[in-house]
């Protein structure tokens, strides 16, 4: 089992920054792909952004240029840094990471509890 817990989340104004933090925790072989997603009341979840093991990333339209993806393997730690945040990035950020418990093993995928990030003057 993996526990996937994240930080940094809170309120900002319009055009301020936040950083996301999620640290992956358990027993497993390795970790795959990591990435932040987020769920706005009434909406569905979305991915926001995405890093692979080797460092190749992608992201929502949403947040290409705003947003930057990093990861720490050596922590098992996956960072989303938020800058010009905007009202309609108002969410829960869910954390997400796929594991294996084997080499050449099939992969599980985790979630976070959620964090919430609120954009508001």
């Known amino acids: 089992q993996v526990q996937l817990m994240e930080s940094g989340g809170g309120l900002v104004q319009p055009g301020g920054s936040l950083r996301l933090s999620c640290t992956a925790s358990g027993r497993f072989f390795s970790i795959n792909r990591m990435g932040w997603y987020r769920q706005a009341p009434g909406n569905e979840r979305e991915l926001v952004a995405g890093i692979s093991s080797t460092g190749s990333t992608n992201y929502a339209d949403s947040a290409k240029g705003r947003f930057t993806i990093s990861r720490d393997n050596a922590k098992n730690m996956v960072s989303l840094q938020m800058d010009s945040l905007k009202v309609e990035d108002t969410a829960v950020y869910y954390c997400?990471?796929?594991?294996?418990?084997?080499?050449?093993?099939?992969?599980?995928?985790?979630w976070g509890q959620g964090t919430q990030v609120t954009v508001s003057s």
């Open positions: 997400n990471a796929g594991t294996t418990y084997r080499s050449h093993g099939p992969e599980f995928r985790y």
